[in-house]
C-alpha cells in the first residue's frame, strides 16, 4: 500500500502548532519557545518524519553535503583518503556524496558538474587531472580544496606529500643495500605523482654517482598488469637488474609475480620496493618493503579544511611525510 508523505501540516495539527513554527524548528533559522520545540519534535517522532535535506537547503541555503570528487574508485591510496574524509565527516553536520573522476579530465568535469547539480556546499577533490583552468571555473562557484596533488596558487587549498622524497627515498634505501642495476617501473607518463617520484629515482643515483641507464625505466600505468609487463619486457630484452622500485604497490605486485613465474627469487635474486603502503603489501609474500603515505589522515585533513571553509574559519594545515617501511621483500643483492 502507497503511503501519503508526512508534511509540515501533519506535524503542526500534531503538535497543535503554526506551520512556521515547525518550519522554524526543521530548518534551525530562528529560535522558537522550548515548550513549542518539543511539542514539534516529539510529533515529527510520533509520525516518523524524516527531514527532506534538499528542502531544508533551499530554506538555509545550504545542502549540508560535501562533494568528493574521487580518481579512480578502487584504486586503494585514493580509497583512503576517501576513508579519512567521510570518518571526520561522521561527526559532523555534513554528509557527503562521491563521484569517480576517473583518470582523464573528461570525465572528471562530469563527476564534478554532476556533484554541483546537487547543491553540494563544497567540493573536495582527490588526485584528479583536471587542468588549472577547470579547477579556476569551478572555484568561483563552491569552496574548493584539493588533496593528494599540488596546484600553483592554492598553497592554502591543496594538501599533497613530497614524491621527489618519497621517490628519492625508496631507491635510497636499496642503494644502501648495495644495489646499483635498479630497475624502475614508472606511472602513467603525464601523472604528477609519477613524474615525481621518478625524479626522485634519479636524483638518489646521481647522488649515488651511478649511471642512470633509461633501459632500466619502464612505463606503467598503475596497475598490477603494468608491473607484470614492465618486468617481462626488461626480461626478454636481458637487460640485467637486481632490484626494482615500482612507483606503486600494485606494480610492485605485478612484477612479483612476473619474478615468480620465471623462477627469480623476492628478495634473493631481485629486491622489490613499492609506494603506498596499502593494507595488503603487509601480507604479501614475502612482505613487501614500500613507501608509506598517510591516506587516510590526510582524507581528514582535508574534510576539516573543507569544514573550515564552508564556515569561513581559519585552519592550518600540518605537513605530512612519507617513510620507507622495511619489510622482507629486500635484502643485499648477492
Known amino acids: 500500500m502507497n503511503k501519503k508523505p508526512i508534511t509540515i501540516t501533519d506535524i503542526a495539527k500534531r503538535a497543535n502548532v503554526s506551520k512556521s513554527t515547525v518550519s522554524r524548528v526543521i530548518n534551525n533559522t530562528t529560535p522558537v519557545h522550548e515548550e513549542k520545540r518539543e511539542a514539534v519534535l516529539k510529533a515529527m517522532k510520533e509520525l516518523n518524519f524524516e527531514p527532506n535535506i534538499f528542502a531544508r537547503g533551499l530554506a538555509s541555503g545550504q545542502s549540508r553535503t560535501i562533494g568528493v570528487m574521487t580518481q579512480n574508485i578502487g584504486t586503494p591510496f585514493y580509497d583512503s583518503i576517501a576513508q579519512g574524509i567521510l570518518t571526520r565527516l561522521t ?3 555534513y554528509s557527503p556524496i562521491f563521484a569517480d573522476g576517473r583518470w582523464k579530465a573528461e570525465a572528471g568535469i562530469v563527476a564534478a558538474e ?15 587531472r583536471l587542468t588549472e583552468q577547470d579547477l579556476a571555473a569551478l572555484e568561483n562557484r563552491v569552496p574548493i580544496f584539493l588533496v593528494g596533488r599540488e596546484v600553483d596558487r592554492w598553497e592554502r587549498r591543496c594538501l599533497f606529500l613530497d614524491n621527489v622524497q618519497g621517490g628519492y627515498d625508496a631507491t635510497k634505501h ?25 625524479a626522485g629515482y634519479r636524483r638518489a643515483l646521481e647522488e649515488a654517482k651511478i649511471d642512470i641507464d633509461e633501459d632500466l625505466i619502464c612505463e606503467g600505468s598503475f596497475d598490477g598488469q603494468s608491473g607484470v609487463e614492465a618486468i ?23 612484477a612479483r609475480l612476473s ?22 603489501s603487509a601480507f604479501f609474500t614475502p612482505p613487501l618493503t614500500t613507501i608509506q603515505q598517510p591516506a587516510h ?4 585533513v582535508a574534510a576539516n579544511a573543507m569544514l573550515s571553509m564552508i564556515l569561513d574559519e581559519d585552519y592550518e594545515l600540518p605537513k605530512l611525510k612519507t617513510q620507507v617501511v622495511v619489510r622482507d621483500s629486500t635484502g643485499p643483492p648477492r
Open 91 to 93: 561527526t559532523s553536520e
Open 232 to 254: 617481462e619486457n626488461l626480461l626478454k630484452r636481458d637487460i640485467k637488474f637486481t632490484a626494482i622500485f615500482a612507483a606503486n604497490d600494485m606494480m610492485a605486485f605485478g
Open 259 to 280: 619474478l615468480y613465474r620465471r623462477g627469480i627469487k623476492v628478495p634473493q635474486d631481485v629486491s622489490i620496493v613499492g609506494f603506498d603502503d596499502q593494507a595488503e
Open 114 to 128: 554532476t556533484l554541483l547539480g546537487r547543491m553540494v556546499d563544497g567540493l573536495i577533490i582527490v588526485g584528479s
Open 174 to 198: 636499496l642503494i644502501d643495500l648495495g644495489h646499483r642495476r635498479i630497475a624502475h617501473i614508472a606511472g602513467i607518463k603525464d601523472h604528477q605523482d609519477a613524474i615525481r617520484r621518478e
Open 297 to 300: 589522515e590526510m582524507g581528514a
